[in-house]
């Protein structure tokens, strides 16, 4: 008797509990058949990339007497607008201040952004703009363009390599880089000193070297307008 005693409150507990589950399951069944929200659709087209100078460089290096001597300007911005699907429509325009060129010696920065080198008080910027852009290979291209440096504008042509694009927050990053080789004297920055041994205290050849990562976001939407307020009833007149 003892032993019935003990079943019978388990069999009402279990009566109380199955009629539960059918409504759980039929609950999980309606959170299971709601659609996964559709994923946002890869950009198409041509995209304007600004430069994020907190993660890019523009440095040169020029020979000094039997080594190297490296600079960087520190204050630069451009676009680069590019299509993935047609990078021959790829256009880029840079600007860099002069002043901001840095060697890590500031006797030698007042002397190059004097009217010795670049006479930045006369001519304050250097910019390029493209020209036109040729496609070597998926992630090579050759880019002409119009570099302007202390007055004086060449047409140069030069490699760049596609480091990647990949999505982020919503937008694009991308990454090119490239070297190059410009001869100062075609931009008429000519000091230079002879050495009592021969030879010059400065080579001729500034070899640039510009890595730069930039970034593209969608356009906002729209602001949606505020409704208008609704009328205020009118007082009747008084009599």
């Known amino acids: 008797m003892r032993s019935h005693g003990f079943i ?8 109380l509990v199955a009629p539960a589950a059918p409504a759980a399951r039929a609950q999980g069944a309606a959170v299971t058949s709601t659609p996964a929200a559709a994923a946002a659709p890869a950009p198409s087209g041509p995209r304007t990339f600004a430069i994020d100078r907190n993660h890019s460089s523009i440095g040169f290096t020029i020979r000094h007497l039997v080594s190297n001597t490296r600079g960087r300007f520190k204050d630069f911005a451009g676009t680069i607008t590019y299509d993935p699907a047609n ?3 790829a256009s880029v325009e840079v600007t860099v201040q002069a002043a901001s060129i840095d060697t890590d010696t500031p006797s030698r920065d007042d002397d190059l952004r ?9 001519f304050p910027t250097l910019t390029f703009k493209s020209v036109s852009v040729q496609k070597k290979s998926p992630n090579e291209l050759t880019l ?3 570099l302007t440096m202390h007055g004086v504008t060449k047409r140069v042509t030069v490699p760049v390599e596609l480091l990647g694009i990949m999505p982020f927050r919503g937008g694009e990053k991308a990454g090119f880089a490239t070297t190059f080789v410009v001869n100062r004297k075609d931009y008429d920055i000519t000091w230079n000193r002879a050495l009592d041994t021969g030879g010059a205290l400065l080579g001729d050849d500034v070899t640039v070297s510009i890595q730069l990562e930039t970034g593209w ?3 906002k939407p729209a602001a949606t307008p505020a409704p208008s307020p609704a009328p205020t009833p009118s007082k009747p007149a008084g009599r």
């Open 8 to 15: 019978r409150p388990l069999l009402a507990c279990a009566l």
């Open 87 to 89: 990078p021959e429509a």
């Open 114 to 122: 004097s009217e010795n080198f670049f006479d930045v008080a006369k």
């Open 144 to 146: 002409t363009g119009d």
């Open 217 to 219: 976001a969608p356009p």
